[in-house]
């Protein structure tokens, strides 16, 4: 099963390589990393998509919950959360599909960001399931290429209030 | 007044109590080795850095104390790799310090630079690389703390040139570190702990599986406590070798690959398992799904990722482990002798002492011939009664050593279980000599595993340390010709020496005493005369080749399935 990690660190040389690191030796899967400054100056927030059954999962948080420079690891995957990833997606657009493309655009409000006589560069904007079902749509056009961020995600704050 | 990073490091060690360090020097280190002399520190100097990263582990394993150990740049500090990992598998405490090129240089693939702290992340609990020299007091502080909390484990501090060179005023940083990414936990939760003794109540068959974890806590009187007082047997991983004195009546041996039939059998028929500080690795469980299949788990770790990673469990236990055996005890003692240990267990430990009774570890005493290694060990054990600190190599010799030295003490057997690393033992005996100068130490050694790092009698004799080598000489690589034997139908790919050192005369040459032992008869004597000399030894005892380590259970399959000859 698809999981996302939100993973607090410090913010020091060679963290990210600590992380990733971790990942490929004791092969545990990423799909995708995520990593920026917070708020809090010499802290790094880093969301990690990963794929596994529960022990795996378990033995991921554990594993990552040992790194010296890791300050706080949540499991966002059961506990009420956003998640948004975007992607630029340059799909093939002929003048007799560009209004059927244009109109899965509109239903998913993403954007056009670039169009040339026969592509169309398409940012879209949301959950894993969400660009899932764009990629499907768009799939039969012809998907020329793909730039994506990797999911970036946050507890709701409902969820902070309750506890 | 201000002081070279060169200084600043050495003053840090003298804090954190350090009285020895194994090294090897050169050129970003040799500021470090310039101030040296001007300290209360012993220094070792050893012939390859392997040997100081496993000298300084056996100093800790011997001690408990954080062993230190100081290389240059480059291939200084790539040869310690080995070490770094041997002591990492087996969660030794230890402080690496190894040189870098000045830091304008990093990156530039300068003489003698390589990426150190990159290559060593995966086999270190932390290491870092000082950039500036106020940082370095506080990293050395948090080095040595984070080497010996915890789950304890190796730590590296690669220091460039330039900032040993740079000058500073020393604050050595007070009290603990406050590292908010850090903060072990060491206390139990009662109602865990409650669970688990209520477990222990109902149980008909418990087994206490106790490992590494005990020794490192100095937990070996409360495991002997709790299981004097519920009457529960107790079997031991390589690891925890000597919590349990080798010949006590609850103590049924090592379980595992090479453990005892009444561990292996008790293991597989045991209806409730107690695993204090040991880690399920795969040399004891055997085949995963058939380890106490018919049990009931406790496991008490302090490193969380240790539980559930091998085995389920059942009462998962995050402390450590002499807190959570502390807590047992008060909880038993609420009590108040409720309950009649003796007789709920009387007929599991008939069944254990019919198990040990019928199947102790043997071998062919009455053989004629060639000197038997387990009488090797056998005659160890009987000459130091048990009070000896045994180092050993890896292999057959390790494994004679686990069976048939019957170790009395907690850190009396250092020996590397997680990597096995081949030459770690007589390195490790250097570090253990060092922490116990008056004590006897002896490497069980073999012929194949002494030569990786003989190089080391030098050292020893210059530092008059009198460290005893018994090698068990049979000729070969004996535990991969054991599975060639068994399980690749004898093809000794590689495994016989066609050529052999006279270790006697190779003794002689580095200025050691050299024996050689042919006969059965010869053994005792030989051994009683070197253990009773003031220096280095080397006894090269001629061994049956051929011999195998039994029980063994094949790699993958259930302990109940072991091959008994
Ligand atoms: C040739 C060869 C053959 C071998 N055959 C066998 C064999 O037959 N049987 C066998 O047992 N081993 C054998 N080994 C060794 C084996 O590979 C492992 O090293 C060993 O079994 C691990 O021991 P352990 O479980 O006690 O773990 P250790 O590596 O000692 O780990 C200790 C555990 O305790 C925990 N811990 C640390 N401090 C504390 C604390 N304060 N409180 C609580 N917990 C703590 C740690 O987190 C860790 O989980 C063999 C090795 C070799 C090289
Ligand atoms: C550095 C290293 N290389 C290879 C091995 C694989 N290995 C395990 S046991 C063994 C044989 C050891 O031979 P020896 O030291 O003569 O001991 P014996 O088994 O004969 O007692 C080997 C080669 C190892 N454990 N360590």
């Known amino acids: 099963m698809r999981h996302v990690l939100s993973v607090l660190m410090e913010n020091e040389p060679g963290v990210l390589s600590r992380i990733s690191g971790l990942f ?30 529960e022990l795996i999962l378990e033995q991921i948080v554990k594993q990552l919950r040992k790194l010296v420079s890791v300050i706080k690891v949540v499991d966002l995957t059961d506990i009420p959360a956003v998640e948004r990833e975007m992607v630029l997606i340059k799909v093939a657009a002929s003048d007799s599909r560009r209004a059927e493309i244009m109109r899965i655009v509109d239903i998913f409000r993403c954007k056009v960001v670039d169009v040339s006589i026969d592509e169309m560069v398409i940012e879209a904007i949301g959950d894993y399931g969400k660009i899932q079902a764009i990629f499907n749509l768009l799939q039969r056009y012809g998907i020329k290429e793909v730039a994506r961020t990797g999911t970036v995600a946050m507890k709701r704050s409902m969820q902070t209030m309750e506890e | 007044m201000e002081i070279s990073g060169a200084r600043v490091l050495l003053e840090c060690l003298i804090k954190e109590g350090v009285d020895v360090v194994f090294g090897f020097p050169g050129g970003a280190v040799i500021d470090i080795y310039d101030a040296l002399p001007d300290y209360p520190i012993k220094h070792i100097l050893v012939r390859h850095e392997q040997a100081a990263a496993h000298a300084a582990d056996g100093y800790a394993r011997a001690s408990g104390r954080v062993g230190v150990c100081l290389v240059t740049s480059g291939p200084g500090a790539t040869n310690t790799v080995t070490g770094i990992a041997t002591a990492y598998c087996d969660s030794i405490p230890m402080v690496v310090f190894t040189g870098q090129v000045p830091s304008p240089l990093i990156g530039n693939d300068a003489f003698q630079e390589v990426d150190i702290v990159g290559i060593t992340r995966p086999c270190t609990k932390h290491n870092y690389l000082v950039k500036d020299i106020k940082d370095l007091p506080r990293i050395i502080k948090e080095a040595f703390y984070l080497a010996r909390t915890g789950r304890p484990g190796p730590v590296l501090v690669d220091v460039p040139k330039d900032v040993l060179q740079q000058k500073m005023r020393l604050k050595y940083p007070e009290g603990e570190p406050q590292m908010r990414s850090y903060n072990p936990n060491y206390k139990p939760n009662l109602n865990q702990l409650r669970k688990a003794m209520t477990l222990l109540a109902k149980a008909k068959r418990p087994l206490m599986y106790i490992g590494g974890g005990v020794i490192m806590a100095d937990a070996h009187e409360q495991v002997m406590r709790l299981a004097r007082a519920c009457r529960v047997p107790v079997t031991a991983t390589l690891m925890g070798l000597g919590a349990m004195p080798g010949d006590d009546p609850l103590f049924l041996g090592m379980l595992g690959m090479h453990g005892t039939y009444a561990a292996n059998m008790a293991v ?33 770790d302090i490193d969380p990722t240790s539980i559930r990673k091998n085995v389920q469990v059942h009462v998962p236990v995050v402390s450590d482990c002499r ?5 047992m005890l008060g909880i038993l003692a609420d009590w108040d002798g409720q309950t009649d240990w003796e007789a709920k267990h009387a007929e599991w430990l008939a069944q254990t002492s019919e198990w040990a009774a019928s199947h102790p570890l043997s071998y062919d005493r009455a053989a004629s011939g060639p000197v038997k290694p387990q009488y090797v060990v056998e005659t160890i054990y009987e ?15 390790q494994m004679w050593a686990a069976q048939f030295y019957k170790f009395q003490r907690p850190r009396t057997l250092l020996t590397s279980g997680g990597l096995g690393t081949m030459g770690y033992g007589f390195p490790a005996a250097i570090g253990a000599q060092m922490a116990f100068p008056d004590r006897l130490v002896v490497d069980i050694a073999g012929d194949g595993s002494i030569q990786m790092n003989i190089q080391e009698l030098v050292t020893v004799v210059w530092n008059r340390l009198p460290v005893k080598i018994v090698i068990l000489n049979n000729g070969c690589l004996g535990m991969v010709r054991q599975w060639q034997e068994l399980f690749y139908k004898g093809n000794y790919s590689s495994t016989c020496f066609e050529a052999q050192p006279d270790f006697v005369k190779l003794a002689a040459s580095y200025g050691a005493k050299g024996f050689l032992v042919e006969t059965t008869e010869q053994v005792a004597p030989v051994l009683r005369e070197a253990f009773a000399l003031d220096g280095p030894v080397v006894v090269d005892v001629r061994v049956t080749p ?20």
């Open chain 2, 383 to 397: 000459l130091t009664r048990g009070d000896a600190i045994i180092t050993t190599e890896v292999g057959q010799n």
């Open chain 1, 24 to 53: 490929s030796g004791r092969g545990f899967n990423i799909e995708s990393i995520n990593a920026a400054p917070t708020l809090e100056k010499g802290v790094t927030s880093m969301t990690i998509t990963t794929i596994g059954d």
């Open chain 2, 268 to 300: 597989y028929n045991c209806d409730l398992l107690l695993a204090v500080g040991a880690r399920f690795d795969d040399r004891v469980t055997g085949k995963p799904g058939t380890f106490a299949a018919k049990a009931k788990i406790v496991h008490v």
């Open chain 2, 546 to 565: 051929g011999e195998n380590v039994y029980p063994m259970v094949p790699s993958g399959a259930s302990l109940s399935e072991m091959l008994l000859v």
């Open chain 2, 323 to 327: 807190l959570a055996l502390e807590g």
